[in-house]
C-alpha cells in the first residue's frame, strides 16, 4: 500500500478563511516532504517543501508543519483564494524517489 | 526552475496498439522520471530515467509495457505498448533540477484514452 496519504478527499473553504489539509505518512526515513498543488488538466506543480529535521516552514501565504511523533504533515493556506481551488497532494522523498499521496481536492466558495 | 514539453497532449488509441510520448526539457537535467495518474487518482511513479543507462522500473511496471529512452539531457520517451482500456491514464513526465531535494517540475502531462 502507499505510505503516505491524505485524512480528507475533499475540503471546501469560503473564500478569505483559512484552509488546513492534513496528510498522514509512515516512512520515517524520509528526507523531505512536499506538498504539489495540481490545477485541472495540468501537471502538479511544487508549492513548498519541509526537511525532515525541521517541524515547520513557512512561505507566502502557506505553512507546512511536520509532527514526526505521529507522522503527520498538514499544510495550511491562509486568507483561502479563488485560485487556490485545486488537487493538493503530500509526497514523501525517499531513496531519490517521490511518492505521492492520495490528494486533497480544495474547493472555494466566494 | 525548468520547462518540459510533452507529446501529444492527448491522444485516443486503439486496443492493441502502441504510442510514444515525447518529454522535451529546456535544460540540462540528469534526473527524469515518468508518473501515471489514473482518472481520479494520485499520481504512480513509473521509472527513473537517467541518461547513458537503462531506466530503473518501480514494482508492478516493466520494459516490456513501458519501454523509455533517454538518449540526451534533455530528452526523454515513454512508449505505452501492447494498449488496453486499464491503460487509459494521464503520463506525466519530470526533471529534478536540484539534486536530492524532491522538488520536481512536471510536463501538462499526456491523456491517453485506450478504446
Known amino acids: 500500500g502507499e505510505s503516505v496519504g491524505l485524512h480528507l478527499p475533499t475540503l471546501s473553504v469560503q473564500e478569505g478563511d483559512n484552509s488546513i489539509i492534513n496528510c498522514a505518512y509512515s516512512?520515517?526515513?524520509?528526507?523531505?516532504f512536499i506538498w504539489y498543488k495540481q490545477e485541472s488538466g495540468k501537471g502538479p506543480q511544487f508549492i513548498i517543501d519541509?526537511?525532515?529535521?525541521?517541524d515547520k516552514r513557512q512561505g507566502q501565504r502557506v505553512t507546512v508543519l511536520l509532527n514526526k511523533t505521529v507522522k503527520h504533515l498538514s499544510l495550511q493556506i491562509a486568507a483561502t483564494q479563488p485560485g487556490d481551488s485545486a488537487v493538493y497532494f503530500c509526497?514523501?522523498?525517499?531513496?531519490?524517489?517521490?511518492?505521492f499521496g492520495a490528494g486533497t481536492t480544495v474547493t472555494v466558495r466566494a | 526552475s525548468a520547462v518540459i514539453s510533452q507529446k501529444p497532449s492527448r491522444d485516443i488509441c486503439q486496443r492493441g496498439t502502441s504510442l510514444t510520448i515525447q518529454c522535451q526539457v529546456d535544460?540540462?537535467?540528469?534526473?527524469m522520471f515518468w508518473y501515471r495518474q489514473q482518472p481520479g487518482q494520485s499520481l504512480t511513479l513509473i521509472a527513473t530515467?537517467?541518461?547513458?543507462?537503462?531506466?530503473?522500473?518501480e514494482s508492478g511496471f516493466v520494459i516490456d509495457k513501458f519501454p523509455i529512452s533517454r538518449p540526451n539531457l534533455t530528452f526523454s520517451t515513454l512508449t505505452v505498448s501492447n494498449m488496453s482500456p486499464e491503460d487509459s491514464s494521464i503520463y506525466l513526465c519530470?526533471?529534478?533540477?536540484?539534486?536530492?531535494?524532491?522538488?520536481?517540475?512536471f510536463g501538462e502531462g499526456s491523456r491517453l484514452t485506450v478504446l
Open positions: 519530470s526533471v529534478e533540477t536540484q539534486r536530492n531535494t524532491g522538488e520536481l517540475f
Open positions: 516512512n520515517s526515513a524520509s528526507d523531505y
Open positions: 519541509i526537511r525532515s529535521n525541521m
Open positions: 509526497a514523501e522523498y525517499w531513496d531519490y524517489k517521490l511518492s
Open positions: 535544460s540540462q537535467v540528469t534526473m
Open positions: 530515467a537517467n541518461q547513458g543507462s537503462e531506466a530503473t522500473y
